[in-house]
């Protein structure tokens, strides 16, 4: 049995769960969060939180589960785990990326793949997943996951970015709850996560405050030597410093580096000894041109040789190379906390003449190369070190980087730095070796100079403190280089000497000068030295910095310096030593010296004289004013050393001992300022707790707060009089250190006293504020430096009095000094007094209640006064923002009960001060306006923190006697809060923020509504403009895109609907209300409001579809009521669903919605505007389903004929159904332009084509639109014609637009007169008669396209098209470009009808077959010889009828005579409009299926070959030059085939004596397949008399056997058609006289004219269709012809033996051309060429013209150029035939008596082709019958032949 879980709720998928073969199973994926709610028998029932919405059971042990938090426990409980919010956050985050990484990697290689957002996006998702795996683990120490913690968030906001996905508000890399914070503080969140973002390239937001841009951050440079590849065959010592280009100096102490005689290897003393940091680096040195110098010095021999093997005795230091490494901005970059890599640097060494060696670092930088060279190295490389740069102090640097820097050797920076901290303790004197002169001696050469430095104390000690180099123990001497052979040596070495503070007073340095021999067996010989004293005895400073020039004084023995009492009291610098007049101890050497240079950093010893003065002020108390006269000029940094002593002197001087003043107060108090303004100083303001601290700790004077408080008051009375006003800006900018010495003293007084003088010290307190507001008071451009210094720093002060005074009387004070400065002032002033207020609101004055209530009304009123005067609006803004904030704070610290009335009377004195105002300020606004987003966000924390209270409040102070004021407030905030909804003040990423703000929103017009429906809607008051404004508000909140959830990932959406509901169903309630209050007055919302109540009810919610859909009802029973029926309703809702839908809104659940709400509606109130309201819903149904199908084909290039479909569906809508011209004309182009990109010329042409048949030739105006001009309706009509024209002319079917020429030539001929014009058409017109001649064109295939099953879309489904396709496409082609357009259908075959099963099955299945077009008759060419190239266009255009045969066979195939049993079933199909027109396919509306029998398929093929011989003879007759190879093939197969059996088979099936006995129904067809036979061997007759002549010398052997084989195959003709009967009829005939001589070609010869026609001629005419006729023909006979011809005439009629007589076959032409013109025909004209065995067209088959007569050559002879071939028209299927008469044919030659040309030939009978022979030698020069006259009309006709030649 299920049960609940209790402690089983939340859990991972660790394994796949499948779920194949289980019921009501949940698959589930390896890492997939769950959500249990039931448990039973191992098996857990829940739902991913993947999709909430599907539940299902799972196993129990695929779950690890997890510890979780209930929140909302019960049906809509939420479960979360319970872990760190970042691992909880990355595991969200790489579930939502990861879904959107596959997309990315679904696209890469197309146009829209990105395959470095791809990569990027990989490595970042790798990243985050590695470090919240380390988060998990446990084992990291507290800042390695603050800092894993920071990474993680990074790259979040990053990726967030990169994807476009939304801004994550942070709080120190957290998260923000937005219930717990303001609306104005989630702003201040968002607006600097994204400036951070935007800033870096990986962003983290954060609330702190923004750190002081000016403040210094110290950096360190970790620096470790990677190797030395030189081999120097001595030890080494290699120093590191840095050096500053720039400045040109070293700015860092030395590293050392020693080397062994065996190399870099081999030498570990110990761990970290080739390591160092470079400490207290600032930002400016980072940005300076810094290198690594390094200097490598030989140890050893005074003169190295690799021949001398034995050790030295003596070790020299002596110079060697220098290397300089670059620290590029590469290296150095990397702040903000960003961790970076070692990067790795070499170098190579220098090495110059040893006098040039102390400035060697600068030869080469300033590549002086003619001073220096470079060593030779037996390796690529040379020195190599790795850098890294570390920021922030060195102990948290020590704690981020353990492994790196703990344990590793500091090299300090030379002097200060940047930032000096309290607790720093140093004292270290940095000398440097500058240069030195030396006497020769009376040697030969130059001496070998050694200079050793010792550090002796004041017995003479020496004391272990000297440092030649940092990374090694200090000792007790260090000795220079040796510059060999060089009295005048520069060393430039540097060496640190840290003396103990308490040995520094008496010690001294010595310097040692030795000669040194290069001999190894010599002595180091002693001949000089110098020394310094490094603090004066009598004034107790330190020795100077800089450079000193010292005596050298002589001396050869080491121990007449063992007592330095001798040689201390003599003169140590030169300077001194030229006055020295008494005799000294050691004789001094003039002419030598040596100048050093010294730097001492201590933060204990000083060598300023007036500070020491100042400290000593006891001991001279006359020279007190001129010691503190010169305080000011004392060094920063050496006063704040001694900052404690400093100050007890001051005070101990500023006052008595009974509290008075004394002379020097003044000078006491101005420099007390100074030492407090230097606390201001970045260098310094770590010195501040150091201040504090002696406040509380150590300050003991109780009586001098009188004496500061009159002295900061004397200071403001005299600024007004005082041109100088720095003194007094100084004292201003110090007063919050004065006020704590101030508030400690009146502390220290009244705890000795007991609370003594207490009115005193108020009154003084009180007094100087007076003061202070007097002076802000004043209008003076002389203090206002001062005024605006005073309001800056006035906040510190009042937070002092806080501990003396309350709060309310500080507030009070405060309060006054805002209202004393003037509102009427400067820019700088009005910004510093704001300045103020911003201040005085974020301290703790505002906590209380009372100062809250009195700056807050003061506050309030000021801003309210600049708001209005638009002055300092971004300031403003932050004020009032700090003030939402504030408030915000105390009202949440009381959520849990009721607000206290403070804080109920603080919203309301906002909310009535400002709302009005900032509303109004915000409507003037731009939205890019600085501080429009601070505005808006200010407004949106007021209408937080108002409750229905404080809104009626608001009603009730605005309504007034007339109500104008209240109405004017809801307009302004209606109007702006649509504003704010529809044009979003917010980035769109904002999404928290804007989710917030929408809520704000809708509480709000919850409460705005109050005042609408109390008071502007009563009879008297009612006020449209207010409601209309409200409602749309509504809408435009309701359908806002931040609100659709269904856009929204499952996570998302669930998250929104947790926090906030569903709010457009919130909305959609309230607007539901509304609209029912409005009641009579809904009226006036018809028709503005169809639209948006549209809009509200497309929203994809159905509970929100259910209850909004009925204001539809409302709105036409509301205006049917009104005006007898609703047509603005039907009207409006038709045209805005039109562009709604196309919007992509609505789906086909609304429109089923629709449909059944609103027709329930109607029946169950039953109005009597049921029928038109019916009929409306059901239109508006049918015009919903269309819509949605054109939206959902409106992407995709592969949709474009669906769009097509969909737009043609639409506008046949518009036309046939509602009769909405605009919107049919929209829809036109809508069409038009989807034609054009897809190349459909033609469909484009007919598509603009409806359009202008909707205009007249008028001069009627027509309004502009978005495609033309204002202009008449002729203009219009011309340039749509223009349009259409020139798409035809690019589909190449100039036949259509011959016609619109036309009508424009009479147009501009008869009524505009425009001949200009007239002109261009007219030659337009004749450049598409020569197109319509000299162009090939391509005849398009037609395709029968079938679609089947219920997954297609709903306008093909199940329906049947004819498509008409691309030119030169192919069924191969044509059903690949359905099958992309349709990837998902399976193609059936096309010889198989689809069952019911296909038809409702859910998939999707195409059936594709190529169709034959059946041409529509065509009137015009009736009767008429036209030339091919013109009938050619007619045949496949203009066409509604298509046929498909499928071959059958009945009994099984024969396989010896597949002909017996072939039958064909011939599908016609028909559509419901030609083809081409505005589409290329329409659907099929008629199918008939027919049954040809096996006579009637094998007409078929005989015709069918027969045509392809006609346009291939057509095709070398007027082309007689191409390749005649495909011609001679094509002969050769058709004779061949004949020879081979073709003929034979036939002869075997049908022209059997038993085939007609068992099959009498189809005589009519084995006669008709007779005459075909004989029309083929004209045919080739003509075509081998054509080829013939055509055929090259090469060819004629085959052409000569073409002719032997077609002798034959025309016997076998004639044999099979001939019968005895027609033996008869023709014997009986040869004594007819010849007809006279027709017109023949002029080119051709009598004898050749007479072969061509010759056949024909006499052949004997057919029996008259009378009885006299018949009797008289039959007893006329026709002399001089040969057998061969008569027999040739015998086969002509051979097939009529069949009927009873003859008389009653010609006496029924109309069922003889039913019996052989089947169901399908030709719709071309009349051609000499295409004839049945009577001469006769089929299309003259179905006329009474003289439709039984045989076609005989005419008089006319036609040449070659100007005439092709005459064509007749396959009779149409659904065509009415006219069956001829006796009347007709008796009377057809009536009028050609008397004519004096040739008559023409009768005209050919219905059912019989002509025969004749081709002349190849038989007796060609009998002369012709005379055809007898015969009365009736004269029909032109031509020869049949003669274009066959």
Known sequence: MWTPTKNQKFGVAIYNFEAEHVQQALRLDVGETVQILEECCGWYRGFSTKNRNLKGIFPAQFIHLKPFKIDNEGIYETVTPVEDPVVQEAASVLREWGQIWKDLYVVLGTPHGDQELWDAVRKTMMDIADW????????????????????????????NRRLGLDLVPRVDGEMVDPDAVSVVELYRVHVLSAETSQGHTQGLGTLAKKKDRRKAQSHHLFFCMRDFSYHLGEDAEVFFSLYDACKGKFISERFLVKLSKEGFFNYVEKIHSNCTIFTDLGSADLSSELYIVAHVVRVGRMLFSESVKKSSSHSYRRPHGVALFRLAPS?????????????????????????????????????????????????????????????????????????????????????????????????????????????????????????????????????????????????????????????????????????????????????????????????????GFSFIRLMDDEGGTTFRDGSHELCVYKCDERARLNNPAEYLTMPFLSKEAVDCIYSLPFQRSPKEFIVIDTLLCSTKLTQNVDLLSLLRWRSAPDGIGETLSRVTRVDGAETVKFLQDVLDALFAMFSTDDGNSTQHSGHVFQALVFIFSLLEDTKFEHFKPVMDAYITGHFAAALVYKGLISCVKHLSDLCPQNEKQEPIMRCFRSLEYIFKFIIQSRLLFARATGGQNEDSFRIDVDNLFESFAHMLNMHLENIENSQITLLEHLQGACDQLCQVLSPGEVANHLSNLFNATPFESTRELTRAKLNAMKNSVNSSLFDDDDGRAVLLETICTHLRQHLEGRQELRLCGDVLSDLVIVIHKHVKSHYSGR????????????????????????????????????????????????????????????????????????????????????????????????????????TAMQEIAQPLISTFLKQGRFDNQLWSNYLNLAVGFLTQPCLQLEHFSQQKRHKVLERYNDMRVLMGFQILSMWHNLDDHRLHFIPGMVGPFLEVTLVPEPELRKATLPIFFDMMQAEQQAKGNFKQVETELIDKLDILVSENKGDDEYRQLFNTILLERVRSNDPVWRESGTAFINSVTRLLERLLDYRNVMQGDENCDKRMSCTVNLLNFYKNEINR????????????????????????????????????????????????????????????????????????????????????????????????????VLKRQARFYEEILSCNRHDNEYFRVGFYGLGLPLFVRNKAFIYRGLEY??????????????????????????????????????????????????????????????????????????????????????????????????????????????????????????????????????????????????????????????????????????????????????????????YPENSEHVNRLKVLFNEQTLILEGALELHGKIAPLANQPLHRRLVEVFEDLRNKVRKICSTPQSQRSVSSLQSTPPPPLTHRRADSDPATEFRRIGSIINSPLPPLPSDKCAASLSSSSTSGHSSQRSSQASSLYAHFQSASHDDELYAKPQEWDEGVGGSQRDSRPRSAFITDSRGSSPKSLTKSLNSDYVIVPSSKAVSDDSQRWRHSRPPSPHAPRNSGTHDSLNTSWSDSQGSQESLPPLPPRGSEKQIRSVSLGGEEDVPPPVLPKRMGKKIRTQSLYSNIL
């Open 132 to 159: 919240r795996k380390m988060l998990i683990t446990g084992t990291l120490t507290s800042d390695q996951i603050g800092q894993i913690k920071l990474k993680i968030t990074r790259k979040i906001d990053w990726g």
């Open 1221 to 1320: 011209q605009e919107m049919y004309i929209r829809y036109i182009y809508k069409l038009h332009d989807l034609h054009l990109p897809a190349g459909n010329f033609t469909e484009a042409a007919f598509t603009l084509q409806l359009h202008a048949s909707q205009l007249a030739w008028t001069q009627r105006m027509l309004h502009a639109d978005h495609l033309y001009p204002a202009q008449t309706e002729t203009q219009r009509k011309e340039l749509i014609y223009m349009k259409i024209i020139e798409n035809f002319d690019k589909g190449k079917c100039w036949e259509e637009g011959i016609p619109l020429l036309e009508e424009l030539a009479a147009q501009y001929r008869i009524r505009l007169f425009d001949y200009q014009k007239l002109s261009e």
């Open 331 to 527: 290296v150095l970059q990397g702040a903000d906390g960003e961790v970076r890599n070692d990067v790795e640097l070499t170098g190579k060494l220098f090495s110059s003449d040893e006098k040039d060696f102390w400035q060697l670092p600068e030869l080469v930088l300033k590549k002086q190369s003619n001073k220096y060279s470079i060593m030779s190295n037996n390796a690529s490389y040379g020195l190599v070190v790795s850098v890294k740069v570390v920021h922030g102090e060195l102990e948290q640097a020590t704690k981020e980087n353990p492994l790196l820097l703990k344990n590793v050797c500091i090299t300090k920076k030379l002097g200060f730095s940047d930032v000096i901290m309290p607790g720093d303790v140093r004292n270290d004197l940095y000398v440097t070796l500058n240069s030195g002169e030396f006497e020769r001696g009376g040697k030969s050469v130059a001496k070998n100079i050694e200079v050793t430095v010792l550090a002796l104390d004041v017995d003479g000690q020496p004391l272990e403190c000297i440092y030649s180099g940092m990374g090694h123990e200090g000792s007790t001497e260090y000795a220079s280089m040796i510059m060999y052979h060089n009295n005048s040596p520069r060393w430039n070495e540097r060496l640190k000497v840290a003396i103990p503070i308490d040995q520094f007073g008496g010690a001294h340095l010595r310097l040692e000068y030795r000669h040194c021999s290069t001999r190894e067996k010599n002595e180091k010989k002693l001949f």
């Open 899 to 1002: 607000l206290p009335p403070s804080l109920h009377q603080d919203v309301e004195t906002v909310m009535l001060t400002l709302f009005d105002v900032v509303v109004q300020l915000i409507l003037s606004l731009e939205r890019t306006a600085p501080s429009s987003g601070t505005l808006v966000a200010c407004l949106m924390g007021i209408l937080q923190l108002m409750e229905e209270a404080h809104y009626s409040r608001l009603w009730d102070a605005n309504v007034g006697a007339d109500a104008h004021r209240l109405r004017h407030l809801l307009y302004s905030t209606t109007v702006l809060l649509s504003d704010l909804v529809r044009a979003a003040v917010f980035p769109s990423d904002w999404f928290v923020m804007r989710m917030v703000t929408n809520h704000t929103i809708l």
């Open 1369 to 1558: 496409e192919q069924i191969r082609d044509f059903t690949q470009r359905i099958q992309t357009e349709f990837p998902q259908a399976k193609i059936l075959p096309p010889n198989t009808p689809p069952d019911d099963t296909i038809r409702s099955s859910d998939g999707q299945y195409i059936q594709i077959c190529a169709v034959k077009p059946i041409p529509e008759p065509n009137p015009k060419f009736d009767g008429l010889e036209v030339d091919e190239r013109i009938l050619k266009y007619y045949a496949v255009n203009h066409v509604r009828c298509f046929f498909y045969d499928r071959a059958t066979y009945r009994g099984g195939a024969d396989k010896d005579n597949e002909f017996k049993n072939l039958w064909i079933e011939r599908i016609t199909y028909t559509i419901e409009s030609e083809l081409p027109g505005i589409l290329k396919w329409f659907e099929i509306i008629d199918q008939r299926i027919e049954q040809l029998c096996p006579p009637q398929c094998a007409c078929e093929t005989v015709e069918k070959n027969n045509k392809q011989l006609k346009q291939m003879s057509l095709q070398y007759r007027a082309n007689p030059h191409d390749n005649i190879q495909p011609f001679t093939m094509r002969l050769q197969g058709t004779i061949d085939a004949a020879v081979n059996g073709g003929i034979a088979k036939y002869q075997d099936a049908f022209f059997g004596p038993d085939y007609l006995h068992m």
